[in-house]
DNA sequence: AATGAATGAGTATTCATTCAT
DNA sequence: TATGAATGAATACTCATTCAT
C-alpha cells in the first residue's frame, strides 16, 4: 500500500483483512482526528485506506454518510468502554475508577476528542450530524449517570446523576480542547478540580 | 445575538461608515459564527459586509489574514471586557462578579463562543491560528487568574489562581459546546457545579 | 403505457423466464422510453432488468451495443406489425387501415416513439445508430409504399408511394413529438390533416 | 482564441466583441447542434467559446441556465424571423411565402433544427425545457396561425388556423429529423405534400 | 451465468486568487 | 478604493468497464 504523505496506522497488518467498508470508515476517523473535518476529503480518506477514491461511493451513498459512519461507529466504541467499565468494577469504585479511565483516554485516546470536537463543532451547523451527536451522547451521559448513581448507593440515575454526567462529559471536552491546543495546559490540576467537583456534588445530596 | 437566517447586522446604520477593513472582519466574523467555518468563503464573507470578494484581497493578503484578524478582534474585544469588568468590581465580590459574568456571556454572547469553538477545533490542525489563540489566551487566563488571587487576598497570581483560571476557561468552552448542540443541556446545575468547584478549590489553599 | 415513475413491467411473471439477454434488452427500451437515453446508464438498465449491472458486459461487448440491440428490436417489432396489418388487409381498404393503425400505434404505444424519438435524435450525431434506423426505417417504409401502391392498384411501389410513406414516417414522428411535449396539441386535427393529404397525394396522379 | 478540437463559427470576428455571456450561449448553442446534448458539457462549451469551465458559472448559475437561455434565445430569434416575414408580406402572398421560407429555413438552417430536436426530446423527460418549449411554441403557432388567417382574409386566428399551425409545424420538426439522419430522404415531395395539405384544410372552410 | 468489488476517467460546481479598469 | 471578469485547482459524485470468484 504505497502511500504518499502522512499515513498512519490502517495499512498496519490488521487492518489489511478488513473489509474495505470498514477500512474507509476507519480512515475517516483517522484523517479527520488527524488533519481535521476540512481536510478529510474523499480523495484523502480514501488514499488513507489505501483505495481509489470512487470505491467510496460504491460503499456509502456519499461522503456525509461515510463521515457519520464513522463517528456512530466512534461513539458507540466509546459507549462499549464506559460499559465495559462500569460492568467491571465493583460499587464502592464507580467514581475512583470513572476518573482513572477519564485521565487514561485523555491521555492515550486523543483522537478519539480530536474527532469528536471537529464534528460537535460542525454539528453546530449541521443538524444531521447534531442529531447523531444528541442521540449518542444521550445514551453515554444515561450510562455515566449510573456510575454516580452507584456511588450514592443507588441503581437508578436521578436528575442530580444526570446533571453531573452532563456536565463532566461537557467540561472534558472543552478541557481536552485547551490541552490539545496548548500543551502546556495544566491538566492534572484541571483532573484534580473535576474530580472534587464531582465528589461535592455527589456528597450534597 | 442568535441570529435567524442570512442575516446581517453589518448593513445596520452603524456599520455603514465603518472602513470597509473593519466592515469585513466583522464579517468574517459573523458568518463564521453563524454558519461555521467551512461556509466562511471569501464570496460569503464579502456578501456579508455588502462588498465585492475582490476587494477583500486589497485589504488582506489572503483569506486566512482575515480570518486571523477576526479571531484576533474577537478575543481583544473578549479580553477589554474581562478586564473593564475585574477593574469595575470590588475586591470581596470578585468571584461573584466573575460567574456573574460567565453566565450572562453564556447566555447573550453565543456568537462569541459559537465562533471561538470553531477557531480552536480548527486550530487542532492549523498551526498560525493555533498562535494566535495560545497568545491571548494566555493572556486572558492570567487576567482571569488575577480575580482568584484577589478572592484570597493576593494581588500577584499564584500556579493555583492560572490553573483554576485555564480550567475554567477550558470547561465553560466544553460546557458551552454542550449547550449549543443540545438546548436541553443543564446549563444552571452545570453552572452551580462548577462554581462549586472553584470556591472548594480557592478555599482548600 | 404511460408509465407513472421507476416502474417495470419487466419483473411481470412473463419476463421471469426470458432469457438475461432478452431482459436486458427490454428493460433498455423502457428505460429510453421512460426517462430518456441521457438516463439510460449500463446500471439504471441492469436494474430495470433486475440484474448486476456486471452481467450487462457478459452479455454485450459494450454499452452502445446493447442499446442498440435495444433500437434494432423494436424496429423490428413495429415492422412486423405493419406487415401483419397490411397481409389482414383487403386492397381497397389499405389506406383505411393505415390510418387507423397510426392513429391506434400513437396513442397506445407512445412508449415506441419516446424511445424511437430519442435513438433518431441521438442518431444525428452517433453513425453507428443513423446506419441501423437508416436500414430499417428504409424497410418500414418500402414496406409502407406497398400500401399505398395497392390502394392505387399496384402491386409494386412507385417513387410516389415511397416520397408518400417516406414523409408520412417522418411527419407521425414530428406530430408525436409535439403530442408528447404538450398535451394540448390538437391530435385529431393533425391526424385529419395528414389523411387528406396522402388521399390527395394518390389521387393527384 | 487557439482552440483545441472541432471548432465553427464563433471564434469569428464579428464574435470577438460579444460579452462572454453571449458568447457562451451562441457557444452552447453551436455545441448541442453539432455534438448533441449529450457531448453539450460544460468543459466542452467553454472550450468552444474560447474561455476555461470556471468563467461559466460566473456567468450563469448552472449548466441547465446556460442551455435554458441558449434555447430561449434560438426560439426568441426564429420567432423574430417568422414576425419579420409575416410583416413584410402582403395578404394575399402569405402562404406563399410561408413555405419559401419554411424550405428556405430548413435547408440554411439546419443547426436551428438539430438543436431544437435535441432539446424537444429532451424536454420529454426534463419538465423544465419542456416548460420553456411550451410557452415559446406556443406564441409562434399562434403568430403562424395568423399567416394562415390572413390568408383566409381573417385577421384573427380560429381554431383552424391554430391546427394547421401547430401540424405543420410538428410535422416539420418530423421531416427534419428525417432528412437530418438521412439525406435520401425526399425533402422536396415531402415539402409538396405539406404545402398541399395546408392548401387543402385552408379551402375546406 | 452471475455477483460484487474495484478502477479511472469524466462530470458539474466551488473557490481563493489575480488583474485590468 | 472598488468592481467585475477570469483563471486553475480542488471538490463530490457518476459511470462504463474489468475482473476474481
Not at 488533519?35 to 456519499?62: C, M, Q, R, W
Not at 466512534?74 to 475508577?97: F, G, N, S, W
Not at 442521540?135 to 440515575?157: H, M, S, Y
Request: charged share 25%.
Amino acid at each position: 500500500m504505497p502511500q504518499p504523505v502522512r499515513q498512519t496506522g490502517l495499512s498496519a497488518p490488521s487492518m489489511k483483512d478488513a473489509s474495505t467498508r470498514e477500512r474507509l470508515i476507519a480512515a475517516a476517523f483517522v484523517v479527520v482526528a488527524r488533519d481535521g473535518l476540512e481536510a478529510a476529503s474523499v480523495k484523502s480518506i480514501a488514499a488513507e485506506a489505501g483505495v481509489t477514491s470512487g470505491l467510496t461511493h460504491y460503499h456509502f451513498p456519499n461522503k456525509d454518510a461515510l463521515l457519520e459512519a464513522a463517528l456512530r461507529q466512534a461513539l458507540d466504541e466509546y459507549l462499549d468502554r464506559v460499559r465495559a467499565r462500569r460492568a467491571a468494577t465493583r460499587q464502592e469504585d464507580q467514581i475512583e475508577a470513572f476518573f482513572v479511565e477519564a485521565r487514561d483516554t485523555a491521555t492515550k485516546d486523543t483522537d478519539f476528542y480530536r474527532a469528536r470536537l471537529a464534528f460537535a463543532v460542525r454539528a453546530l451547523t449541521h443538524p444531521p450530524l447534531a442529531a447523531i451527536l444528541r442521540e449518542l451522547n444521550g445514551v453515554a451521559i444515561a450510562e455515566t449517570a449510573l456510575t454516580f448513581a452507584a456511588a450514592r448507593g443507588r441503581d437508578v440515575a436521578a436528575a442530580r446523576d444526570l446533571e453531573l454526567a452532563a456536565t463532566l462529559k461537557g467540561a472534558f471536552d472543552g478541557l481536552m480542547l485547551s490541552w490539545l491546543s496548548n500543551p502546556a495546559f495544566p491538566v492534572e490540576a484541571a483532573g484534580d478540580i473535576m474530580e472534587a467537583a464531582a465528589r461535592g456534588w455527589l456528597a450534597d445530596t
